[in-house]
């Protein structure tokens, strides 16, 4: 034991070991203060090179997360505008002219044989035919 | 420690500083020295370059009725090398459906990926993706809909699956409605997933501008079942009707016959794809009058009561001119030689003003040129001009009755449109806004192109024309309305002279006279039932006419005289 404990520091630091400073005599053989001292930045430069790696991990693990929440809100936007557009297609089609004629053909309806106009005066003379102004597309 | 031990531990120590030296050399050169060719190579393995494609542009009618949309389709595909063929025809096969065998006969003999099946609708391209397949990839794209079909077809255009537009709007305005695509590189895990640390997919494509015309979907209906109608009745073989707003110039339908589906243009003969009522240049005959009418007036040459003396026929440069019954029909007023029709007479204005002034009018209301209407081919027809080589002094009287120059349909109605607008030309158009993305609205302004003639020359004329409608054309009377127009038919040209007996039949005419506020040219090639445009395509006008009055919420003379 008394061989080996000092020989681990003395491998990674190159301190002089109790074998050149302390004499066989003292029987039990100790660590020197700056052997300890030693082991213990060493250990603090562990724990921080691990403090720094895991906060990295983390950090990283957290951008991983959320980048793939954001891509899976991407596709969900993505999926509901294709939805959307779909829909908007439906309304079309059941809308168009030859759709909105054979419903109205199978509910009873005719095109007017006489147009009757009746003259409200209090609608302004002008009724020039003009784009709908608060229509502002569909986006 | 003894010697044994330390010299163990020095070996064991060079060992490792060999080895992490390796290491070290190795990562320089990997890393350093050959760092840009493995960089490469890397990027060949994970970087796909991504098209996002922007979705077009839609377009609607004036009323907000979709016209042209997007519709999202997918296509699917696999890699072969990775793929699990069996267990991927087993689930693919039926929901593709593609007979089993053909599918695993596609995926055993490819060495790339397999195109397996396109233009899936959505249910399906999901069912696909939901399957989770590995190396089995379902890719949504966006195709162009039309959801009326043919309905105003030559003016919309079509969008190929490349997604470039052609023809009409889809042409016009390509740029505008294809929006901005973006590209991007970027970078994918083993498993093809997008890296969640790729910084280029902040950018998103922008959409197109969306397109609102002024164009009614209801009176764009209405036109198009009248022309098939008139097809159908008079056993013509195409035509065009053409109806506009002649205070603004705005259209208001346009309908040509044969026409197409957008939708699956790849089925359709490309001849049909032009639009007629914009690229195909006819001679107007008698409609052409109604122009030389206007300058013999504007000039002072003329008033709806002078009397000219109506022979059989004129010679004029050589060439006999006759009327279109060959018959003379004595003294007669303007009023009788635009409700009779008379070539002789238009023939005698043309001469009396002579080449300078008659060709200034006829470029003035911008015979020759295209009128600038905002949908692609619009061709300019042609006017021979004196000092041209191949122009003749005959051409001076052909011409007064619209023969021996050609004109669109659009040129045509929008030289009338001008006398129904108190002279002043406006340039048509069928975009009234343009939409982008932010909701940001750009509304078309009427743009005045001329004044050709004098507002009491002009409002001169249509009370000479409404003369000739209620004298000679019953047929296009409007019940009602009072209305102004002329009749044409005109000899279709052919290589050494008219092809006889076809002609094209027309009718162009405005109303309610007091203050216009619709125009229509209904143009029928080679009529079977009858040669002359006053017995068929005037009916056509009526009815059109009596239609889109009460749309357009114009209400009858009476009625108006009552308010």
Known sequence: MGQVFPTVPKLLSGIKTMDEQTPESHGIKQPSRPIE?????????????????????????EIAVTGRRIEALRQRRQDLERENTELLEQIAVEGSIPALQERAARLGFSPAAQVDFVPVTAVPRDTMPTLRGQWTGSK | MGERTRRRLYVLCGALVIVVAVIIGQLVRLQVVEGAQWEDEGNKIHTYTLTLTAQRGRIWDRNGNLLADNIARYQVTADPGPVNINKAVDQLAPLLNIPPNEMRAK???????????TKLPMATGDAVRKLDLWAVYATPYWQRSYPEH????????????EGQGYYGVEGQYDSMLRGREETLQENRDAYAQPSPFDPARTDEPRSGVDLVLTIDRTMQALTEAELARALSETGAKSGTIIAMDPRTGAILAIASLPTFDPNNYTETPTSRFVNPAVSAPYEPGSTFKVLTMAAALQEGRVTPNTVYNDTAWIEVGGQVIRNWDRKGHGPSTMIDLLANSLNVGAATLATQMGGQTFYRYVQAFGIGRPTGIDVQGEASGSLRMPGDLDWHESDLATNSFGQGLSTTPLQLISAVAAVANDGIQMRPYVVAQKVD????VLTAKPIPLDRVISAQAART???????????????A???????????GTAQIPMPGGYDDPWTIASFVGYGPVSDPRLIILVKLDRPTSSPYGGQTASPVFARLAARMFVLMGVPSDEARASR
């Not at chain 2, 995926?107 to 195109?115: D, I, S, Y």
């Not at chain 2, 004329?461 to 054309?473: D, S």
């Open chain 2, 107 to 117: 995926l055993a003999g490819a060495h790339r990926q397999v195109l397996l099946a």
């Open chain 2, 477 to 487: 009377h409007v019940p009602g309305y009072r209305i102004a127009g002329k009749t």
């Open chain 2, 461 to 475: 004329l249509t009370g000479m024309l409404e003369q000739a409608v209620l004298r000679e054309n019953a047929l």
């Open chain 2, 437 to 440: 993305g932010s909701g940001q």
């Open chain 2, 150 to 161: 043919q309905l105003l077809s030559h003016v919309l255009g079509f969008v190929n699956a």
């Open chain 1, 37 to 61: 001292s030693a082991v213990v930045k060493l250990a603090l430069f562990v724990a921080l090179v691990g403090l720094v790696a895991g906060l990295y991990l983390w950090q990283a693990s």
